[in-house]
């Protein structure tokens, strides 16, 4: 027996529903609704969650839903038979309300549905119980094979392999006893013939080269030629390295490195109050979309029936029709979607999706989910299925970038000062994204904003870190020096050194904010594959013991399949090294590197499909205003820009 079965609309009417249990099942519903249908992720049936496996069907031509519900630990198999038959049967009953739209009602439905889940059960039991049959020679794939193919396929090598036996086949031809060679005369003209080639070969060697005809002898008293070296210009002597040396304005205090940090820093004195407010999104191109993409197989006729070709000299029926027939044809809007109709169409822009960096399993999803959504659907008025197929898959990829909840850190920054404890962020990914840039970055944009940051150096595993941020702490507090904010310095530096403990030394910095009224902790960390495992417990226990307000992954824009693998691992390893019911996982995506990919966009697709979570930045560029945030309309422009 089912849980829960329901049918509702897609603008959330509730038509009928039945439960088996006294179970809550708003929750699990919603989730459904919230997490897949919404997020255009119908490329598949299921869905799991709080303890049930959820299934359900779409009807695009009435726009209803149908929802089975059922334990998890259950492998029932009949639930796809189930739940065709009971969409024909309400289609069936009730096809006058649901074209009239006539959705509220009374719909009495519980005698169809238990006769229908009855029959299932026990058609599902008989086909248990009945033996399993082997597959006859008809319904295997070798029947499917024909000759022709098979001759196609190794014609080349066969007759490669035919000239190759007669060539190496040698007929034996009978001896008589009177026609044995003499054995004694074939030794003696072997040693002569063995004798003749070595004096051959001596001859070769005792011999001088040739000279090639039209070139001259070398001269051997030629001296070789070395490499000269370059002569720059301004390239500078020895005479110059007093003037270029700086070491002895050093001081103990570091003085001079302070006024040289200013001095470095004083050119960008421009970027100061360009990032105040929320951060600036990402511009949608000035240029006119790229023309539709040609319909494939399923507009060829009507190409035809346009161009009007002649068949045994006459027009045909259709194409004398002329414009005005296909006109009116289009008017009527009683074309219906199939599979196969859309099937070369989704080929070419899974073809194109992939080719925009978005992941190979991603690009089957979406455009699965994209046929399921339109297959029994209507075409409206002028549409081909080309352009329907593209509107709907744009239509899907925004939904995608479009985040299911805001992340506003301004906000939740000041509701953490009126809280009096700081605001912690914590940065993590792979190496070489550029976590600590892109930190810098953000922590540029906080001081914009009146906000005094901690940066907290845990990366003590890669040399140079802790010097890298420290750089970036002298130019930021040179760009907001203290004179400009009353005399408190806006950005500090917290650093244990190499080889220390991360978890220890954010937990350190945390309370070092906590105390010194500091507004905002950036918790740098060190840069690990997704598959070190040493490495990703060590993450997992900083995220557990820190309790961070947000945890944000730094990718780049340069991925692939990369961007799957990592996110999944990331995700994977903090739930298990994590030993929490709920652990705390990704809760946002910082993508850097946007400004080197042109409008191979697709890593933007994957992050948010697979993780489901907000990309809250964009890096684009090297200057610390280079952070935007991201566009969706602009980013889909790009994807589906050809």
């Not at 009177?178 to 070769?204: C, G, H, L, W």
């Not at 899907?396 to 809280?419: F, G, H, N, T, W």
């Not at 009353?486 to 530096?493: A, N, P, S, T, Y």
Request: glycine share 6%; net charge neutral.
């Amino acid at each position: 027996m089912l849980d829960l079965f329901t049918i509702f609309s897609k603008g959330g009417i509730v038509l009928w529903c039945f439960e088996g249990t006294s179970q809550f099942f708003a929750p699990s519903v919603n989730a459904l609704i919230r997490s897949v249908l919404l997020q255009e992720r119908t490329g598949f049936n299921t869905y799991n969650s709080d303890g049930l496996t959820l299934q359900y069907k779409l009807d695009n031509e009435f726009e209803l839903i149908f929802v089975v519900a059922y334990q998890k630990i259950l492998q029932l198999s009949y639930i796809d038979k189930f739940l065709d038959c009971i969409q024909l049967e309400f289609r069936d009953k009730y096809k006058d309300d649901l074209l009239q739209g006539n959705l509220i009602g009374s719909f009495d439905f519980e005698d169809i549905y238990m006769r229908v889940l009855h029959d299932v059960e026990e058609a599902s039991r008989q086909q248990a119980k009945a033996p399993k049959k082997m597959k006859s020679y008809e319904q295997s794939s070798k029947s499917q094979k024909t000759i022709a193919s098979m001759i196609i396929d190794k014609k080349g090598s066969e007759k490669a392999s035919a000239t190759k036996v007669v060539k190496e086949v040698k007929i034996p031809v009978p001896v008589t006893p009177s026609q044995k060679p003499d054995v004694t005369q074939n030794d003696d003209t072997m040693i002569d013939q063995i004798a003749m080639n070595r004096q051959k070969f001596f001859e070769k060697q005792q011999a001088k080269p040739k000279q090639k005809e039209g070139k001259s002898p070398k001269p051997m008293n030629e001296s070789k030629k070395t490499k000269q070296a370059r002569q720059w210009e301004n390239g500078g002597t020895n005479r110059d390295t007093k003037s270029l040396d700086f070491s002895d304005a050093l001081t103990l205090d570091g003085s001079a490195e302070q006024q040289n940090g200013i001095q470095e820093v004083a050119t960008d004195q421009n970027l100061v109050g360009k990032m105040r407010g929320e951060i600036k999104g990402m511009e949608i191109e000035s240029e006119t979309e790229e023309s539709e993409m040609e319909e494939v197989a399923t507009d060829t006729d009507t190409k035809k029936k346009k161009k009007g070709r002649l068949t045994n000299g006459k027009p045909t029926v259709a194409a004398s029709s002329g414009w005005f027939g296909n006109a009116f044809k289009g008017l009527v809007g009683s074309k219906i979607i199939s599979h196969e109709d859309m099937a070369p169409v989704l080929d070419k822009m899974k073809d194109h999706l992939i080719a925009k960096n978005v992941a190979a399993d991603i690009a089957d999803k979406l455009c699965q989910s994209i046929s399921t959504k339109l297959e029994g659907k209507v075409l409206g008025t002028f549409s081909g299925v080309a352009n329907t197929v593209k509107v709907s898959l744009t239509d899907a990829c925004v939904q995608i970038l479009s985040p299911k909840r805001r992340i506003d850190i301004l906000r939740d920054v000041m509701e953490a000062q009126r809280m009096k404890h700081p605001y912690t962020i914590t940065f993590c990914g792979v190496n070489g994204v550029g976590k600590s840039t892109n930190l810098a970055k953000v922590t540029f944009w906080l001081v914009e904003n009146g906000f005094r940051v901690l940066i907290a150096a845990c990366d003590t595993f890669r040399a140079g870190a802790v010097e890298q941020l420290r750089t970036h702490t002298r130019h930021l507090n040179a760009l907001h020096p203290p004179a400009k904010h009353d005399g408190v310095q806006m950005v500090q530096l917290y650093e244990k050194g190499y080889g220390k403990d991360a978890a220890g030394i954010a937990m350190e910095a945390i309370n070092y904010a906590r105390d010194t009224r500091m507004d905002v902790v950036l918790v740098d960390t060190a840069g690990r594959m997704q598959d070190n495992e040493p490495l990703m417990r060590s993450l997992a226990k900083l995220i557990k013991v820190n309790r961070p307000d947000l945890v944000l992954f730094v990718g780049e824009a340069l991925v692939g399949n990369e961007a799957v693998d990592q996110l999944v691992k990331f995700n994977q390893a903090l739930a298990d090294h994590s030993n929490m019911e709920n652990p705390q996982l990704i809760d946002g995506i910082v993508l850097t590197k946007f400004d080197t990919i042109d409008d191979k966009v697709g890593a933007a697709i994957s992050m948010t499909y697979i993780t489901g979570q907000p990309i809250v930045f964009v890096g684009t560029g090297q200057t610390y205003t280079d952070l935007k945030s991201l566009n969706a309309r602009a980013v889909v422009h790009s994807l589906m820009k050809a």
